[in-house]
């Protein structure tokens, strides 16, 4: 079945760096546009960044801009997010998600907290 695991999530001092990890399982990663959203409590969820099928196009949300970097890796079907000079502001459940045609395929979330 689909499946899409993150981790490396955690508590990190301002400042600090973390990197997530997505591995995903049971569809075709490589034909997959790969996303990361968060989202805080009462608020929707938010598109963080986000990586084309070939890796070759990304986005970014302008907070995040310059400061986290997506990226993926096809032969490990795992998407990365690399998060430096992180924010309290930061702080929020991380959700990976794939997109390809009118398929949508969700994590279950990770929480990274920035806090000193």
């Known amino acids: 079945q689909v499946q899409l695991v993150e981790s490396g999530g955690g508590l990190v001092q301002p400042g600090g760096s973390l990197r997530l990890s997505c591995a995903a399982s049971?569809?075709?990663?490589?034909?997959?546009?790969m996303n990361w959203y968060r989202q805080t409590p009462g608020k929707k969820r938010v598109l963080v960044a986000s990586?084309?099928?070939?890796?070759?196009?990304?986005y970014y949300v302008d907070s995040v801009k310059g400061r986290f970097t997506i990226s993926r890796d096809n032969g490990k079907n795992t998407v990365y997010l690399q998060m430096n000079s992180l924010k309290p502001e930061d702080t929020a459940v991380y959700y990976c998600?794939?997109?390809?045609?009118?398929?949508?395929?969700w994590g279950q979330g990770i929480q990274v907290t920035v806090s000193s």
């Open positions: 990586i084309s099928s070939t890796g070759d196009s990304t």
């Open positions: 049971g569809f075709t990663f490589s034909n997959y546009a």
């Open positions: 998600h794939a997109h390809y045609w009118q398929y949508d395929y």
